[in-house]
């Protein structure tokens, strides 16, 4: 199927070290991708999104780069902040759909 | 105000019961979707609509009914409660495969 899988969390990083989180989707069709983000206690929320191979998403100082080569689309930003710490979601358009993966914890600490 | 909202927000309920969660959008979007959010699943579709009066099942639908008389509603009912059905439940609007717009979520219990 049209599936998304991320890496596993919890993710605990100190305040201003580097992110990746991996999300790899399989490769049927020409998916949209996106990163959603769950702060506690909240629904999703929209972090960025990329429609074609080699598209970088970008938001908040966040960026995935759409890889049709490796399947890939993962998450970086080059300083988190403790207002970073959330549940992040990869995910990829199925039909009328989004296919989510599991969620990535992350924590940031001061 | 614009946007995407679910009531209630909570709600604790018993076996057996039936319970509806509604949501409600303000952008006129066709499709709306209805998750449910467990730890160690992520989000899973329960069911989905194209436009009024057009529904489909998702991943997860067994125990639960949707209705969508309106564009701007789209009600979730646990026609017999379980206790299996415990979960955060989100309700998303959006167009067909592109980003969707999520609600806050319900918690809900079932005892």
């Known amino acids: 199927g049209n599936s998304v899988t991320q890496m596993e969390g919890p993710v605990t990083l100190s305040e201003e070290a580097f992110l990746t989180i991996n999300c790899t989707y399989t490769?049927?069709?020409?998916?949209?991708l996106f990163w959603y983000v769950q702060y506690p206690g909240e629904g999703l929320q929209l972090l960025l999104k990329?429609?074609?191979?080699?598209d970088k998403g970008s938001n908040k100082g966040f960026e995935a780069t759409y890889r049709k080569e490796t399947t890939s689309f993962h998450l970086e930003k080059g300083s988190v902040q403790v207002s970073d710490s959330a549940v992040y979601f990869c995910?990829?358009?199925?039909?009328?759909?989004?296919?989510f993966g599991k969620g990535t914890s992350l924590l940031v600490t001061p | 105000d614009a946007g995407i909202t679910q009531s209630p927000r909570y709600k604790i309920t018993e076996t057996g019961r039936q319970v509806t969660l509604m949501c409600h959008q303000t952008?006129?979007?066709?499709?709306m979707f209805w998750y449910r959010q467990d730890l160690g699943h992520g989000l899973r579709l329960i069911y989905y609509?194209?436009?009024?009066?057009?529904?489909d099942k998702g991943e997860v639908p067994d125990g639960y009914v949707v209705s969508r008389s309106k564009t701007e509603n789209f009600p979730l009912t646990l026609e017999s409660a379980t206790r299996s059905q415990t979960s955060v439940y989100f309700c998303?609007?959006?167009?067909?495969?592109?980003?969707?717009?999520f609600g806050p979520g319900t918690r809900l219990l079932v005892l």
């Open positions: 998303a609007s959006g167009i067909a495969g592109e980003t969707q717009y």
């Open positions: 490769a049927t069709g020409y998916p949209s």
């Open positions: 990329a429609t074609k191979a080699d």
């Open positions: 995910a990829r358009n199925s039909g009328y759909a989004l296919n």
């Open positions: 952008w006129s979007h066709s499709y």
């Open positions: 609509s194209a436009a009024a009066d057009i529904t």
